[in-house]
């Protein structure tokens, strides 16, 4: 599907709206949560089967976008995928309990799953080799800027209208790409539609292996983890499930996924290196906007400007980095991208309760050049050895991998900051005694303080109590932030080695006089 002149932007457009969509409502729901529990009555745990549900159903969905796309025409399902996308958000906003915005939410994943890889494939088949770095430097825009606005977006629609309206806004985006797709995108001669019998076996297996284990992530720290049974029977339901589909797919004629393609060492030590760094980086997008709310104060809404500096530093990366890919290669690229975030990420080891806003910003914008770099690169190197017709095979295990590796990123994060408070706040306190001289005096300051205010005596010490073990607390939670991110910077730093598993020359690499 090599197409010429504009057509190619066209199309690049055409399909970025669809993935816009997608990775979009992945982040802009975020914002919405309390509005959602307190209009339909939900606990803490049942609101949060609004962002399990999706996400679930998108992570199924990714490796079978192949499958589907080979038996009903790539074309066709793509269309159908922004179509039940689309209805879906009108559900979802249009919900009139937590039952069925979940069910509408599980839906408008299996849309949302399979446009993303549906859409890197298409863009890698229309430019050329020699322009594959330039189209993943634009088609990233489109990936970074729906999680990147997403909070913001969500915010300011909320304050000026209500949560229903996160969803609404997908209809006008979901009809354009319709109609762009209708009438710029043909499926390639070398797509052949089969209609053959459908590994139904491997399909379940797939759905079980991967539901348990995105169930297990997202419930573990809620359990203790391995201290409950439930998480222990996910577990082995989950590590069962991926045996037996990879027995499955790899001895069947027709798997339902693929997995062949991972003898191409190139494209599998691409995608191992992007999981490995899927643990970072969707970490790291976890911590931030938490440190901000939980600790700095900040509202959704100011929480979500605060971070359009890495954003911003994103957009003008990729671009960047697709055009630098010919000449730099993926080695120099990747290498440069994980040394700067690395940077960047000790430098957020180092925040303390007071940081201003250029405290924020300079980390945050390192950052986000880092990122740009380190995507762009990746991604381009490792699809370079990938046939066409096994592309979108391909680009939903990447974006899968990606995915599964993002989630368990996020637990782990989230099981070592809540760790790290209990441990951080038993050392302080442990050295906050009245034996003590500072001790004493900030216990008399406070109390005095209280007194002026007219409380009595033992009320006064009483609070003056609670105010400093929220200190001791608060303090904790910043000594737990800081050392999150540094193990962040760890990972980052043991992962450039890891680069030299990509292959390079002359076959990645135009040449230029």
């Not at 069910?103 to 849309?111: A, S």
Request: aromatic share 10%; charged share 10%.
């Amino acid at each position: 599907m090599k197409e010429t002149g504009a057509n190619k932007w066209i199309i690049t457009l055409a399909v970025m709206t669809g993935t816009l969509m997608s990775v979009l409502d992945a982040s802009i729901v975020n914002v919405a949560l309390p509005y959602m529990r307190g209009n339909l009555g939900a606990s803490i745990e049942e609101i949060t089967w609004v962002i399990t549900g999706y996400i679930l159903s998108t992570v199924i969905m990714m490796p079978l976008a192949s499958l589907l796309s080979s038996r009903f025409g790539r074309k066709r399902f793509y269309i159908f995928s922004v179509f039940l996308f689309t209805i879906s958000s009108i559900l979802c906003g249009m919900s009139w309990n937590m039952s069925s915005l979940v069910t509408f939410r599980i839906i408008q994943g299996i849309g949302g799953g399979s446009l993303i890889p549906l859409s890197l494939a298409i863009i890698r088949e229309t430019f050329p080799r020699e322009e594959q770095g330039t189209a993943m430097g634009i088609y990233g825009l489109g990936v970074v800027l729906g999680p990147a606005f997403g909070p913001t977006l969500g915010g300011w629609l909320i304050n000026h209208y209500s949560w229903p309206w996160i969803f609404y806004i997908n209809v006008p985006v979901g009809i354009i790409s319709i109609i762009m797709v209708r009438r710029f995108i043909q499926d390639p001669p070398y797509l052949k539609r089969e209609k053959g019998k459908i590994d139904f076996i491997g399909l379940g297996l797939l759905i079980v292996a991967l539901g348990t284990l995105q169930i297990m992530l997202e419930k573990g720290r809620q359990n203790n983890w391995f201290e409950s049974d439930l998480i222990k029977y996910l577990a082995l339901i989950s590590l069962t499930g991926i045996l037996l589909f990879i027995w499955r797919e790899l001895t069947i004629d027709k798997p339902a996924v693929n997995l062949r393609i991972l003898k191409d060492i190139n494209f599998a030590s691409g995608t191992l290196i992007g999981g490995i760094l899927g643990i970072g980086l969707y970490g790291s997008l976890f911590l931030l906007p938490m440190f901000l709310q939980l600790l700095m104060g900040y509202s959704a809404l100011s929480s979500g400007i605060a971070l359009i500096p890495r954003s911003i530093a994103m957009a003008i990366t990729m671009p960047l980095a697709g055009k630098l890919y010919n000449r730099a290669g993926p080695r120099l690229l990747i290498g440069t991208g994980l040394i700067v975030s690395a940077i960047s990420f000790w430098e957020f080891s180092h925040l303390s309760l007071n940081v201003n806003l250029w405290g924020l910003f300079f980390p945050q914008f390192w950052q986000g050049v880092g990122f740009g770099l380190i995507f762009i690169a990746l991604t381009t190197a490792s699809l370079s050895t990938i046939k066409k017709p096994e592309m979108t095979a391909a680009t939903g295990l990447y974006g899968v991998v990606r995915q599964l590796f993002g989630s368990i990123g996020i637990a782990i994060v989230a099981t070592k900051l809540a760790g790290g408070e209990n441990s951080y706040r038993a050392i302080l306190g442990g050295n906050v005694t009245n034996f003590r001289d500072i001790t004493s005096k900030w216990l008399n300051m406070l109390t005095g303080a209280m007194l002026n205010k007219g409380a009595d005596p033992v009320t006064a010490h009483h609070q003056a109590l609670r105010i400093l073990d929220g200190g001791i607390i608060r303090q904790a939670a910043m000594l737990a932030y800081n050392h999150v991110f540094f193990l962040i910077t760890g990972l980052f730093v043991i992962s450039i080695p890891l680069i030299f598993l990509l292959k390079t020359g002359r076959e990645f690499i135009k040449k230029t006089p």
